[in-house]
Every structure is written in structure tokens, then in C-alpha cells.
């Protein structure tokens, strides 16, 4: 059976999986009379029209193809790959750069030149490194550096930078510090790549964040802000003021965070990325709830959801809507966050999930007096959200429990949280 073949009773065999006719898989895309000839093995489509017919299907061009045969491998093709993937890494939109390096599969890398060899390499370290595969992400990334040292010594800032988030995540912050270090010395070095110069100010800024230094990484991120603006690149400007959105919130400058992550939203509404632009909703629902504003924090937080439903992104989804039974249990609303926790219990739960979801059931057991229940679900919160390893979020649950509880006379375990909680700080 050859590749158009088997390409064509895949893209068959998922699209009536989905219950899509052809005119469905076909719309905005090709003609039906293509994808029927396709379905039957009689044409070959494009590497662009694969692409996009494989995200209708939602699978990636891999699936698709699904066969040790080479599927067209030329080096047009082989360029017209890495520039695509470049561009949605720069972008930030990974999910299509992580679906469309899966066709990488199907070329002879080891008879790439040097210039493509250099970017593949990079490429599949900052994939690893999206998938959250850091060993591997470090091995393509010194690959690559090995590599870019030898044909293009510009290209070195941003195999430094990636070098230094890989180490970051693996908890090796002097490598982080000495890579990123090289990468600012580079970017001035070859300073016409904006780009590259602010990339690795935010670097910097979000390292400093991670370790709480929160005013050093204000510095390194209004510096790329500042950049930016003076070029009008605008490169990363959302994620920049997401970052800086942190910073104030953790110095408790809440009024200022907010007008970061409005910020935010305004670049992320401009481009592709959802979920930030969803995660930004999430956390002005978060500030607004802090400063006491339950009406704007449900609207951010009602937005937030609407775009997980719509991404099927069923693990924020219910971030969001424990959130939400936040609101309603903090403002005494014992009905409605009932009727959110009965809600939230329909879904597969994580253990920082499950431990919010007793958080809940406990604070709302306190308000209705039932204190030794209340008390045992905080125990059992207590010990999932433990296990999750957020320092920050245990700090926040151990106060609201000891406000609650002082709030209904029992000061003896009320002082019990408080005084975890300024363990945990």
C-alpha cells in the first residue's frame, strides 16, 4: 500500500470518527471533490493542506501519515518545515508547532547542511522543552550549540536562553544565571535582533521572579517593556506584563498588577494564544476577589472558563470553576457553592483539585456549624495540597481557614493556621 493510500483511508477512517462529511472536512480548506479523491488515494495534498486538514481532524500530520515510508522529503519541504515551526515557537503558539515537528519524522536529518541542521536542533530542544521532556531538551539544546558555534555565532543568544530555562526547570539556577548571562552578552554583541535582546531580558525577569526577587525582575522586565515600546517591536509584550502582573501581586501592589494584566490582554487578544489570554482572566478574577470586587472577579472568571469549554481544556476548566466556589463561599453563598462543589465533583480530579474541592466543602460545613466535619475536610485538604508542593497556595488556604475560623470563635485552631501559614512564608 504507498503513503497516498494510506494517508487517504486515515483522513477517512478519522473523519467519520468525528462524524464530519467530507463538505466539513473539506470547508475553507479544498474543494469535496479533493477530499474524496484523497480518501480514495488519488492525489497527493500539499505539506500546507495536510497541515491544516490534519487540525480539522485534530491529530497531527504524523497520524496522518503514519508509516515508515517517506512522505514527499525534499528540502524545499524540509525548509518550509523549520521556517513554519520557527514561527509558531516565536509566536508562542506551541500547539501547532508541537503537531507539525511530529513530520519531521519523515526526512534523512543526517544529511542536512549545517544551517539546517543547526535550526532543527534548536527546534527539537524547544520542543522537548514544551513537552515538558527537560532531559532531552537539554541534549538537542547543547546539540545545537555545538552546532550554531561552528556556522553562526549570532544564532547563539537564543540557544543560550533556551539553555538557560531547560537548566532553570531542572533546578540548576548557576547554569540558568551563567547561560542567560551569555545570551545578554550576545544579544549586545548582535544587537539588530530586537527580538533576541528582549527575549532574554524576560529571561532574566521571570528567573528573578522564581526566585522572589520580586524588584530585580521589575527591572528586567520593564527594561524588554521599555525596548519594546521603543522600537515598536512589541515582542512578548502580553507575557511581559503577565510576568509583571506577578511580580506586584506578590509585593501585594494589587492595584498595579491589575493594570499589568489588563495590559495583558489587550496583546493577547491580538494573537493566537488562548490559554494565556484565558489565564489572564483567571488571575484578575483572583485580584479582583482579593480586593473585595465578587462581581468583577465572577465576570473574569466566567470569561476564563468560556475559553477552556472551547478548547476542551477540562483541567483548567475546573481551575476556573473552583475559583468561582472560592467566591461564593467566601461571600457566605452556601446554595450556590453547593451547587459549584456537586459541579466540580463530576470531573476527573488532580490532588491539588481534590484538596481545593475539601478546602471548599470544609468552609462551607464551618458556616453551617458543623465544625468537627469542617475541621476533619481541612485536615484532608490539608494533606492533598501538601503533596502538591505549593508553598504559595498552602499559605493562602492555611490564612483564609484561620480568618474563618477566628471569625466564628475558634481562636485556639484559628492560631494553629495562622502559624502555619507564617511557616510557609
Given at each position: 500500500m504507498d503513503i497516498n493510500t494510506k494517508i487517504g483511508l486515515k483522513t477517512k477512517e478519522m473523519r467519520k470518527n468525528l462524524g464530519l462529511t467530507q463538505n466539513d472536512l473539506a470547508e475553507g480548506i479544498v474543494s469535496r471533490s479533493f477530499i474524496s479523491q484523497l480518501e480514495k488515494g488519488k492525489v497527493s495534498p500539499s505539506l500546507d493542506t495536510l497541515e491544516k486538514i490534519a487540525m480539522r481532524l485534530n491529530c497531527t500530520i504524523g497520524t496522518l501519515v503514519d508509516s515508515k515510508e517517506q512522505y514527499n522529503p525534499n528540502s524545499n519541504d524540509l525548509v518550509n518545515i523549520l521556517e513554519r515551526i520557527e514561527k509558531y515557537i516565536v509566536e508562542m503558539n506551541f500547539d501547532k508547532a508541537i503537531a507539525l515537528e511530529v513530520s519531521l519524522s519523515s526526512f534523512e536529518i543526517d544529511s542536512l547542511d549545517r544551517e539546517l541542521l543547526s535550526k532543527y536542533l534548536w527546534i527539537k530542544g524547544t520542543i522537548f522543552f514544551e513537552k515538558k521532556e527537560y532531559i532531552d531538551a537539554k541534549i538537542y539544546s547543547l546539540k545545537a550549540l555545538e552546532s550554531y558555534k561552528l556556522y553562526n555565532e549570532a544564532e547563539l543568544v537564543k540557544i543560550y536562553n533556551l539553555l538557560g530555562k531547560?537548566?532553570?526547570?531542572?533546578g540548576e539556577f548557576n547554569e540558568a544565571i551563567t547561560f542567560f548571562s551569555k545570551a545578554q552578552y550576545f544579544s549586545q554583541k548582535y544587537s539588530?535582533?530586537?527580538?533576541?535582546?528582549?527575549?532574554?531580558?524576560?529571561?532574566?525577569?521571570v528567573l528573578h521572579a522564581h526566585a522572589k526577587e520580586y524588584m530585580t525582575a521589575i527591572y528586567y522586565l520593564s527594561e524588554a517593556e521599555k525596548l519594546n515600546l521603543n522600537t515598536e517591536t512589541l515582542y512578548?509584550?502580553?507575557e511581559i506584563y503577565m510576568a509583571l502582573g506577578v511580580c506586584y501581586k506578590n509585593i501585594n501592589n494589587l492595584a498595579k498588577s491589575v493594570k499589568q494584566y489588563e495590559k495583558a490582554l489587550i496583546y493577547f487578544n491580538l494573537g493566537e494564544n488562548n490559554k494565556l489570554y484565558a489565564g489572564v482572566f483567571i488571575n484578575l478574577g483572583y485580584l479582583y476577589r482579593k480586593m473585595g470586587d465578587y462581581i468583577s472577579s465572577n465576570e473574569y472568571l466566567c470569561k476564563a472558563i468560556d475559553i477552556y469549554i472551547k478548547l476542551n481544556e477540562k483541567t483548567l476548566l475546573v481551575d476556573g470553576e473552583i475559583e468561582i466556589g472560592k467566591n461564593h463561599a467566601f461571600q457566605h453563598e452556601i446554595v450556590a457553592a453547593k451547587s459549584r462543589i456537586s459541579k466540580i465533583s463530576k470531573y476527573q480530579l488532580n490532588n491539588k483539585q481534590m484538596g481545593l474541592l475539601f478546602f471548599l466543602r470544609g468552609y462551607i460545613n464551618i458556616l453551617e456549624e458543623k465544625y468537627e466535619r469542617g475541621i476533619k475536610l481541612f485536615e484532608e485538604?490539608?494533606?492533598l495540597l501538601c503533596e502538591n508542593e505549593n508553598p504559595e497556595?498552602?499559605?493562602e488556604i492555611y490564612n483564609e481557614i484561620a480568618i474563618l475560623l477566628a471569625n466564628y470563635g475558634f481562636y485556639k485552631d484559628a492560631s494553629s493556621y495562622f502559624q502555619k501559614a507564617k511557616n510557609k512564608n
Open positions: 531547560v537548566n532553570f526547570k531542572l539588530a535582533n530586537i527580538n533576541l535582546r528582549i527575549e532574554t531580558l524576560f529571561n532574566f525577569g512578548k509584550m502580553g485538604s490539608e494533606n497556595l498552602l499559605n
